[in-house]
């Protein structure tokens, strides 16, 4: 159960340091865009609509993704990579919201693609490294989120104290989750050069046999 030698892989260290750049943004638009909100003398009443709109698109975001990613023919890492980085440049362009219109629109495209984090990691986890890597995988996974998920709130807070103002908060979020995003990119063409190696070396072994 307490396998570490997954972090001699270079695949999981990517998504490892992907989930944990997530995480730290995550809680942020949950904890302070009703805050974020009245700033903009939107009343407290308007404003918890916002919270409830995350989590009404959320559901629709899981169930939808997780029905396009269940197809054969989908990229389920190419999803995932896009909805996450999408989901960190909308969250650093919160400072721009100057209304209630403009911050449910936000919301509303965080739960959605933010669904894709929640609902596909144990999906693409399990493409990336094999159903019997999972347990073990997802457990090491959880420990980096949870690092992350007690550390990010209190930098925005911090940011908040300092500055005054939200805006920082939601800038370092979207700069988290987007990066955990691109950072994911690099694994297709990483697979690539993995399984080039591996074809090399088995050709090589063949040649020496022979």
């Keep these: ?39 903009l003398n939107i ?24 029905y396009i990613a269940d197809k054969p023919w989908v990229n389920r890492l190419l999803v995932y990579n896009v909805c996450l980085t999408a989901c960190g440049i909308a ?7 100057g209304d ?6 936000y919301c509303s495209v965080f739960g959605f693609t933010i669904g894709a984090y929640v609902g596909l990691t144990s999906v693409i986890l399990v493409d ?11 457990g090491l996974l959880l420990l980096f989120q949870g690092i992350a998920s007690f550390i990010g709130p209190p930098i925005g807070g911090w940011m908040y104290d300092i500055t005054g103002s939200y805006s920082p908060a939601f800038l370092m979020a979207g700069l ?22 591996a074809e090399q070396k088995f050709n090589s072994e063949q040649l020496a046999l022979s």
Excluded: W
Aim: net charge neutral.
């Design 1 to 39: 159960m307490m396998n570490f030698s997954l972090l001699k892989d270079v695949i999981f260290v990517i998504f490892s340091v992907s989930n944990f750049c997530t995480s730290i943004g995550f809680n942020v638009p949950y904890l302070y865009v009703v805050s974020q909100a009245e700033t």
């Design 43 to 66: 009343g407290k009443s308007e404003a918890s609509y916002l919270i409830a709109s995350i989590g009404v698109a959320n559901t629709i975001g899981r169930i939808i993704l997780g």
């Design 100 to 105: 209630f219109n403009s911050l449910l629109i």
């Design 128 to 138: 990336l490294l094999g159903l019997e890597k999972l347990t073990n995988a997802f």
């Design 91 to 97: 969250t650093a362009m919160v400072p721009l919201c």
């Design 176 to 197: 988290m989750i987007a990066i955990s995003g691109l950072v994911m990119f690099a694994i297709p063409p990483l697979q690539r050069y993995q399984e080039h190696k």
